[in-house]
Structure formats: C-alpha cells, structure tokens
C-alpha cells in the first residue's frame, strides 16, 4: 500500500513558478512510474507529466511542455513537479499517481489547488 500526498499549491499570478511535492509512504515510489495529471473545474482529467520508475523516459503534456519538469528526492521519497511562466489555464487540482507493471493507476494523492490570477 501506498499512501501520496500532494503540496505545494496555491494562488499565484500568471508568470510565477511553484512547485509541487508528492509524498509517498509506504513503499517507495521508485518501484513506479509517477505521473502527475491536473484537473480543472468543468474539464476532463489532463495529463501533465510523467516519468518511469528509475527516471529513464519523461514525456510530457502539450500544454505544458517547456514549462514543466519532474524530479525526484529518492531519500524523501518525493517527486515534484516544477512549473514555470504559469498561466491562467493552469488552474486546476493537481494530482500524483502511481502507475504499476500493468499499467494501471494505482494509488493516487487527493490533490493540490493551483490558483494562477492574471
């Protein structure tokens, strides 16, 4: 079992950067791919970035590429995700997620407010 815990969140205005963390406890994340997706009031479940276990292949969401990165602290067991020149679309609940061998989301954060103000 493995319990995430996003942070970081919060209201910022268009241009800034934040970061956000995932916790993981329970079990290291590194035995999973973590993905972050966003989700904005009225729309469909957004994939923002996404990184395979050990790091080895990160792919992106159009609407944010080059402005986003994912890293990880393996001693904290956390990932963030970095995000720069943040834009009024970019206001969403921000979720992490597991992904295991199969393929499937496992576990999932409860999410994190981002609030960008033009």
């Known amino acids: 079992q493995v319990q995430l815990v996003e942070s970081g969140g919060g209201l910022v205005q268009a241009g800034d950067s934040l970061r956000l963390s995932c916790a993981a406890s329970?079990?290291?994340?590194?035995?999973?791919?973590m993905v972050w997706f966003r989700q904005a009031p009225g729309k469909e479940r957004e994939f923002v970035v996404g990184?395979?276990?050990?790091?080895?292949?990160?792919m992106y969401g159009d609407s944010v590429k080059g402005r986003v990165t994912i890293s990880s602290d393996n001693a904290k067991n956390t990932v963030y995700l970095q995000m720069n020149s943040l834009k009024p679309e970019d206001t969403a609940v921000y979720y992490c997620?597991?992904?295991?061998?199969?393929?499937?989301?496992?576990?999932w954060g409860q999410g994190t407010q981002v609030t960008v103000s033009s």
């Open positions: 990184s395979t276990r050990g790091g080895g292949v990160t």
């Open positions: 997620a597991a992904r295991d061998n199969s393929g499937s989301f496992v576990y």
């Open positions: 329970g079990r290291t994340f590194r035995t999973y791919d």
